[in-house]
């Protein structure tokens, strides 16, 4: 872009970077740091800024930049805020704390919404959700404010009053400017020194070895992440790699698994053994089940929606113990109800397969103390013309290495095999009578697939279209 069209919206949009830049890294350093990043990027060129949208293109790049900071750095430190961020009113300052210790998910909503003025629809197209998810992340947020400070009607009122003080510094906002303005002399400067590249490329073949050295570092620490079942030749080889690993298991003990040879359910009954029952959410019956055994035993359900597009219900229990359960048409809404410990991605799935209506859920629970125990998501797709479906199974659990593993006997199913998706995770992937499977087991979290009369390749383009990411 030219630099005093840059310089322009730096005039007009540099204090709404800055906020939505401290909702998500709570750090007005870095804040900082990417209003001058993000203007920057402008000036080099390479983006479009469409006449009428430059602040919602602002926003969305602000917040992809964002996310890539907080995936580079898994343990994120902030700078206190009271050093940094100054309100007049008292109570100004203690809601904005308050609204800074929210989980990421209701703060950057609350802020895009009240400091920002966003509509819940304008927050979806931003974060990629439903209008439904944004609405119930409000009032989620709302409720925790409330419960904290109060306020009522009056918390609204001073959350749209805080973003009038919620501005860059007049220091940064003049270094900043100052540097976009300088930029362009120095950019026609350095093509003119015909000694620049000589002199990097000692520091391209450096940086070559380092990038070389960290692959081969994570290539050795991924080696170890898998716990997926074990092909083997025979029977005999299962039991002499379960001796040879140090398995305290008897012989007898080594599990082995196998098809049992018949068709794939038909899909009406897959989706009937998982679709939600309105009388059973509203009446409270069938809550039992979790993906610990200490943890399947429930007393009460309290139902807090019954929208069909994001249906929630508390289940908990004497001992404190809590279950947040989530039902959805579209398995797309049930994405935000997770933790983010897995990550993964259904818009492939969405524009090549049909999602079975109600055959989708989630639930996350938590121990007496509020701790994260598990969760878990699920999710059933059928192929458009009707010939197969496809479900997708997501478990973790704060215990690590719960996932057993078992032996399989090559031969014994029709296809056995190891594929590793574009996303480096590792799947066991078995077919037989037109059944497949295909697992990943990771120190935390397991990741199936099932599906009916679908090819290899099929299953693989799925695996690779999900960007998974699953922790340790």
Known sequence: MEQDAVLELFDCYADMVYRVALSWLRSPQEAEDVVQSIFLKLLEGGMTVYSGKERAFLTKITINHCKNILSAARSHETVP????????QPEDRELFHAVMELPEKYRTVVCLHYFEGYSFREIAQLLHTGTSAVSMRLHRARSILKKQIGGGLKLERNLKRISDELKLP????ERIRSHLASCRTQKEDIPMRKTTLKKRIPLLAAAIVIVMALSLTAAATVADLFRN?????SREDAFSDAS???????????AITGPNGSPPSPLEEIAESGRFKSDDWETGERIGGGVLPDYTEWDSAEVLSSEPSLRIRRVSRADGAEKMEYTAENPANLLDTLTGRVTFDLSWLASHYDYVPDANQAFVVTDAEGGYVSECFSALYAKPDGSGYVRLDVDNIAQADYWGQSY?????YETAYYYTSSDGYEFLITMHNGRVWADCNTHHAS????GAYLTSGEVEEILDSLSLSAGG
């Open 170 to 173: 007049q220091e940064s906002r």
């Open 408 to 412: 399989i006997v090559d031969g014994s």
């Open 229 to 233: 079942d074990i092909i083997v030749s």
């Open 244 to 254: 040879g690993s140090g398995s305290s298991d008897a012989p007898g003990a080594v």
């Open 447 to 450: 990741i199936s697939l099932y």
């Open 81 to 88: 805020l009271d050093e940094t961020v100054l309100f007049t």
